[in-house]
């Protein structure tokens, strides 16, 4: 039963994240970008790179990665399977000539553009509904409420959490620097004697 709940409530949640996406992408007018331009070298260079790698490793996996990187350490071992790299490229490279077969055939005759059409009235930004508000029942649901309170606080974000205690623990560090010498050598000698406790520990 637990499971079935379990199960049941993923898939309720896996719904409502395809319907806030299918609704702002088709139910909603685009927003005009205002000063869209091209990434710099810098950017697109090592995404070239690591695109290639994963062809060079996909395509050549058993001459590249599996013949100098994992066969070398675990000789003799065998895989389980099917796999042509040669066949798998070949039917993507049909894939793409199809696509780009069928995106010329699309620009050959130019698209009608129309104004959107929903509900039986054309749509006018007044009318526009946030996707997020799918989300507003699931969020509302008193068992799940709670959690959603505590989770716009952060109160489960590992990383916000870790990043409180280092600064109050950097906070009461730093209040121990006095600018008196005599204290800085107190410390000094504390560590130094924790240290010598740690090396005899280890030493036993």
């Not at 992408?25 to 810098?42: D, G, I, M, Q, R």
């Not at 697109?44 to 058993?62: D, H, K, R």
């Not at 989300?135 to 799940?144: F, G, P, V």
């Amino acid at each position: 039963v637990v499971w079935l709940a379990t199960a049941m409530f993923g898939s309720t949640l896996t719904l409502a994240s395809f319907v806030k996406l299918i609704y702002a992408t088709f139910l909603t007018v685009p927003e005009k970008p205002h000063s869209v331009k091209e990434v710099s070298a810098s950017m697109w260079i090592p995404m070239v790179i690591m695109a290639g790698l994963c062809i060079i490793f996909g395509v050549g996996a058993w001459g590249i990665p599996l013949k100098f990187f994992v066969l070398p350490v675990v000789p003799g071992v065998s895989f389980s399977g099917y796999w042509q790299p040669g066949l798998a490229t070949l039917l993507m490279i049909i894939a793409f000539i199809a696509g780009g077969i069928i995106f010329i055939a699309g620009q050959l005759k130019k698209a009608a553009v129309c104004t959107p059409f929903v509900g039986g009235e054309e749509f006018e930004p007044e009318m526009g509904v946030s996707p997020e508000g799918f989300y507003h029942t699931i969020k509302n649901i008193k068992i799940l409420k709670a959690i959603y309170h505590q989770a716009e606080k952060k109160r489960f974000d590992v990383y916000y959490i870790a990043k409180n205690i280092v600064v109050k623990v950097s906070d009461a560090l730093s209040g121990t620097r006095t600018g008196i010498l005599s204290t800085y050598l107190l410390w000094i000698l504390a560590g130094l004697a924790i240290l010598l406790l740690l090396i005899d520990y280890v030493g036993c």
